[in-house]
């Protein structure tokens, strides 16, 4: 995008340059930052609220009694992309970005999961924060908490645009 100026650098040339300048920052700067910069899971983070999913609750870290790392790659892959869980079991998911691009792990039915894909299409930059998720940056760790008190299948993938439509998803069976 051009933007062509009257010759005369008058203090009106100047603060249409300046606004036009902070308005190009503000309309693309934050767009393509805001899911960069927004942490899922942080440290950071306000108190986790404990809202019943049909996959689950967020669960209490000190009612984990087991851990599972899931690596997350540039293949557009989860390893493993399969999880067996018991009925009622808090896991400590730990997911791992091995690649060289931002990455996120998501929690949920098949159907929630592909109109929340659709929907960070179309608002790419939208800012979301729920315990059944965490955005993890290259080279890092982010971890979700969950209890799975509802049995059945159920998925988790990335949501970052492109990424679910390359097929990085993966499947939770919950066992009574």
């Not at 018991?86 to 929690?107: D, F, M, P």
């Not at 659709?118 to 969950?146: F, L, N, T």
């Amino acid at each position: 995008m051009s933007i062509r100026l009257p010759r005369r650098r008058g203090p009106s040339s100047v603060a249409v340059a300046g606004a036009l300048a902070v308005a190009a920052a503000a309309a693309f700067g934050t767009a393509a930052q805001a899911h960069t910069t927004h942490r899922h899971g942080s440290a950071a983070a306000a108190p986790v609220v404990k809202e019943q999913k049909p996959w689950g609750i967020a669960g209490d870290a000190k009612a984990v009694k087991r851990t599972i790392e899931i690596r997350m790659g540039d293949d557009m892959r989860f390893t493993p992309d399969r999880i067996e869980v018991r009925l009622g079991e808090t896991v400590r998911l730990v997911a791992v970005n091995a690649g060289a691009v931002l990455h996120e792990i998501v929690i949920g039915t098949p159907d929630e999961l592909a109109a929340h894909a659709e929907m960070m299409k179309q608002h790419p930059g939208m800012e979301h924060d729920e315990p059944y998720m965490a955005h993890v940056d290259p080279g890092r760790r982010g971890e979700i908490v969950w209890t799975f008190n509802r049995a059945g299948t159920f998925e988790f993938a990335c949501l970052i645009p492109g990424h679910f439509d390359a097929g990085m998803k993966g499947t939770i069976t919950v066992r009574r």
